[in-house]
Every structure is written in C-alpha cells, then in structure tokens.
C-alpha cells in the first residue's frame, strides 16, 4: 500500500509543482483537430514518467522497437490495465495521442496534461461522438502525428484479451496510415491483479507494421481480426519462452 500511496504522492506533488508552466503551454497550445502532442510532454513530463516506473518498482521489458515506422502510424494494442499508457508512452517515440475514455477529462488537473498530449475523449455509448473521435484521430494521423488506441475499450483486467471493437480501425482506413500492433503482457499485475501497486516486470513488444496496401480493400473487422491475431499469436510465443 506504501508504494501505491508513493506512486500516486509522486504523480500529484509533480502535476502541481509545473502547473504554472504547464497552465501556459495549455493556454497557447494548438487546439485543432490535427494537433499532436505538445513538445512539452516530451521534454518535461516523460522524464516523470520514468521516475514514477521507478517509484512503482515497474520493471518495463521492450522488444520489436526497430519496427517503429518513421511515417505516423495507428499504434494499436491489446489492454490489460490501468498501466498501458505507460510503457507505451515511454518507449513508442515521441509521446501520442491517445484515444481515452472520456470520463478521464472529468479529472480539473490531469485534464491539461492530458489536452497538452492532445488526447481524444471517447464515449463508446454514443455512437455520433465515437465516430467524432475517430475522425479527430484520423485528421492528427493525416497531419503527420502518430496516435495509439487500445481496441478492446475496456482493460482486462488478467492475460487475456477480450475482442476488439473493429471501429477503431476506421481512423487508419481514413488517413491511410500503417497499423502498428504492439503487445503489453504483465500490466495487469502491477495493480489490478492485488488491487493495489506492486513490483511487476510490463513486457512491451513492437510489432511489424500492417501497411495500407496489405489492408486496402478490407472491411474494418477484417483488419481488426488480423491485427488482433498478431497480437495474440505474439502474446502465446512470449509466454511460452521462445526467442
């Protein structure tokens, strides 16, 4: 419990400590649909973010960066908990957008992080603002910025992966962009397995780009049924110790 309470003790004394600045970077921030992360996640946040992988005694093991494509890209991956962001944030480049939930923006102080990481809210109950987010994706992905969305829409809480919603796949098919799959195994257990934070080693594996011609043609479920196949044969191989 010490360490959830250092975790979260960290996260909230750095978040009020650069709100000063940050309130001037989200004040002056680019506000359109096709905007990407502000420089300032890069420079000043991600290095928190390090340290608190540090508090949380979160041990992040990665393989496959090599297959991070220059050109923007969909990132897409499977979702085990509250974590994911994390590791995938830290290791996947420059830091990206994220298509979020959109109670997250409830939160007065988080929410101008998350807006200076031009996050986009998703209310999967309402299916006119869903097909609003993703056409927000699509329009950063047009304009050169990576983005990342965890298809499942809900994490699942254990190593299995639950299907995935074939509609997040639209904002690739617009922008005519690469899919990136990237597996996330042991997020899980870092919390949502005790219920509080525990030391726990986050296995974060990139996968080769699905490009536009490979899926041109097919419908969303047909790309989301492949992708979703990576993941999970990728999944099956680390857990059962091949190289």
């Known amino acids: 419990m010490l360490r959830t309470v250092l975790f979260l003790a960290f996260g909230i004394i750095v978040m009020i400590l ?13 506000r359109s649909d096709e905007a990407g992360a502000s420089p300032f996640m890069d420079a000043v946040i991600k ?14 093991e990665t393989s496959g960066l090599q297959n991070i494509p ?22 996947l480049g420059k830091m990206k957008p994220v298509l979020v939930k959109h109670q997250i923006m409830k939160l007065p102080v988080a929410r101008i992080y998350i807006d ?15 097909l609003t987010a993703l056409k927000k994706i699509s329009a950063k992905l047009k304009a050169g910025h990576s983005a990342i969305i965890f298809p499942e829409g809900t994490r699942s809480k254990g190593p299995e992966m ?15 962009v690469p ?28 996968l080769p780009p699905l490009e536009p011609e490979e899926f041109k043609g097919l419908k969303t479920q047909e790309i989301s049924d492949i992708v979703q196949g990576r993941i999970q044969k990728e999944l099956d191989r680390m ?3 091949e190289r």
Do not use: M
């Open 18 to 30: 650069l709100l000063p600045v940050s309130l001037i970077f989200w004040i002056f921030r680019d």
């Open 47 to 60: 290095p928190g973010l390090k340290v608190l992988a540090l508090i949380g005694g979160l041990k992040i």
């Open 70 to 91: 220059d050109e923007p890209a969909l990132f897409v991956s499977n979702h085990q908990g509250n974590l994911d962001a994390l590791p995938a944030l830290l290791y």
């Open 116 to 130: 200076l990481e031009s996050c986009v809210p998703i209310d999967r109950e309402d299916i006119r603002q869903s």
């Open 162 to 176: 639950g299907p995935f919603k074939h509609g997040a796949f639209k904002a690739a098919v617009w922008a005519r």
């Open 179 to 206: 899919v990136v799959p990237f597996v996330l195994d042991g997020s899980y257990k870092a919390f949502e397995e005790q219920g509080k934070l525990v030391p726990a080693t986050i296995k974060l594996t990139v």
């Open 239 to 241: 857990r059962s110790g």
